[in-house]
DNA sequence: GTCTATAACGTGATAGAC
DNA sequence: GTCTATCACGTTATAGAC
């Protein structure tokens, strides 16, 4: 049966078998052939709809970045507003933290990503801020938010404690990190929040509104 | 020729001409067999010094993070030293931009990784941190270097201002990014170095110095 | 035993004909 | 939409020169 009456696919249906397999199993598990048999459909009919497998990963970020909260921005102050919107952004990662690592490479030409990084830049304008500072800004925080996703700090250690014991006299007790984990993790992500957007307040304070 | 009389491979000259191959065209291009072209060899001959690919990877990262000095920890006063160090390890990724995606990953087993680990954790017990503090600061400042040399904010935007015209409104000049590259990674770098650092020195003077 | 070469397997993305 | 085909990949098996 060389073509069904209705269509199987679409890009919509697409994108969102890609994403449940790159968050089960990982970016390396999506295959064009997998993808297709969970589509039940063979691999060369992707290309209907997408022209690479690129484009399919393209799409699955930027449906990623699409749920993360930018209303925000406007009806609240710009520092407590920064502060929920780089919480939002973080925890839309951390829900697929396998696309994270294609996600790190900017926002190119996906819409999501650019609705996001022109909500942020446009709200520190709209603060006070001058362009060059709400440049910056908005880089730290992007470098922040994604560091903070990419390399999920307690994961990095191996779980086998004998890989460090000895060795590394101050690692003894490395290989617990991954039990508490989103206590590290969240911990880590909140001190290191705090201590930028404090310290903003207090440059805002210095530069934008030297009464 | 089966077999020279000198061996024409080593674990070195893999890492060495692996790591130039990531850094002249990306971490794509290195597949076995170009990596073993440039080694006037073929691709099987590199099982005889790797058991896998991962592990050639491995070795170039490590490579890469062994060149990150930590000789800062111990003379400086810890503020400072931190500033240093973070300061090197930004450098040294960003000098093999290709090679962070695969470093993100945590430092695992590699040697040069896991000294880094234990030489800033250790510092920062010294300078009278607690455990729990230390590793929230060390996880913190891993987000930052590696979120800041990841994506390259001012990579992140495509070239095309026709991209962005119109749909975006304040990004009208983001594809002139670029031009500015190293001025605003540079300058979101070090106004999130210095911000976070001057919260920790208040923080500590509050939790640790409690005078 | 050590280090390479050749050949081959299985899987990947993707192009073209139907 | 399917099928067939191409080409590159990581890796293994095997054989032969040092």
């Known amino acids: 049966m060389p073509r069904p009456s209705q269509p199987l696919l679409s890009r919509q249906r697409i994108v969102e078998v890609a994403l449940r397999i790159i968050d089960e199993e990982g970016l390396a598990a999506l295959s064009t052939r997998r993808l297709?048999?969970?589509?039940h459909v063979r691999a060369p009919s992707l290309y209907n709809h997408f022209a690479?497998?690129?484009?399919?990963?393209?799409?699955?970020?930027?449906?990623?970045?699409?749920?993360v909260d930018i209303s925000m921005f406007g009806p609240r102050e710009?520092?407590?507003?920064?502060?929920?919107?780089?919480?939002?952004?973080?925890?839309a990662l951390a829900?697929?933290?396998?696309?994270?690592?294609?996600?790190?490479?900017g926002p190119a030409l996906r819409p999501a990503a650019l609705r996001l990084a022109d909500a942020v830049y446009g709200a520190l304008l709209d603060a006070g801020w001058s362009r060059s500072y709400a440049t910056r800004?908005?880089?730290?925080m992007r470098y922040f938010v994604?560091?903070?996703?990419?390399g999920p700090f307690?994961?990095?250690?191996?779980?086998?404690?004998?890989?460090y014991a000895g060795r590394y006299p101050h690692l003894t007790d490395a290989h617990r990190l991954r039990q508490h984990r989103?206590?590290?993790?969240?911990?880590?992500?909140e001190l290191g929040l705090g201590t930028l957007i404090d310290g903003l307040v207090r440059l805002y304070d210095q530069t934008v509104v030297k009464s």
Do not use: C, M
């Open 36 to 39: 297709a048999a969970d589509l």
């Open 182 to 189: 989103e206590q590290v993790d969240g911990g880590a992500f």
């Open 137 to 140: 800004i908005g880089a730290t």
């Open 154 to 163: 307690a994961l990095g250690f191996v779980v086998d404690p004998f890989g």
């Open 78 to 91: 710009w520092p407590e507003a920064l502060r929920q919107w780089a919480r939002g952004y973080r925890a």
């Open 52 to 67: 690479t497998k690129e484009e399919i990963l393209d799409a699955a970020g930027d449906a990623v970045i699409a749920a």
């Open 146 to 150: 994604f560091g903070s996703t990419l």
């Open 95 to 105: 829900r697929h933290p396998n696309n994270v690592p294609f996600l790190a490479g």
